[in-house]
């Protein structure tokens, strides 16, 4: 049984902070790059973060300087700080594997976590 869990969206007024998380239902998602998709309105999801099981991490450039992906192992969790959000940066947040965890021939998502930045 594998499922995605995202948790920690809600409204966030545009300078304040918010921290997303997620939990992955098999632990040995530890062992693989993780990654944070965002889905804005009217848009397709895109890849906005990701982090390897070493730690290293990319930010794309939407998000970068403002945003932090982070993991901790011992608990399987991954989470998104979100400081400074930008109307933007509206959109439902989801987390999988990077690449994505495919499930036959189709990729699995679990169902995200909405956050609204607004004033």
């Known amino acids: 049984q594998v499922q995605l869990v995202e948790s920690g969206g809600g409204f966030v007024q545009p300078g304040g902070s918010l921290t997303l998380s997620c939990a992955a239902s098999?632990?040995?998602?530890?062992?693989?790059?993780m990654g944070w998709y965002r889905q804005a309105p009217g848009k397709a999801r895109e890849l906005v973060a990701r982090?390897?099981?070493?730690?290293?991490?990319w930010y794309g450039d939407s998000v970068k300087g403002r945003f932090t992906i982070f993991r901790d192992d011992a608990k399987n969790p991954v989470y998104f700080r979100m400081n400074s959000p930008k109307r933007e940066d509206t959109g439902v947040y989801s987390c999988?594997?990077?690449?994505?965890?495919?499930?036959?021939?189709?990729?699995?998502w679990g169902q995200g976590t909405q956050v609204t930045v607004s004033s």
């Open positions: 098999e632990n040995n998602f530890q062992s693989h790059t």
């Open positions: 999988n594997k990077n690449p994505e965890l495919m499930i036959g021939s189709r990729a699995y």
């Open positions: 982090i390897t099981s070493g730690g290293l991490k």
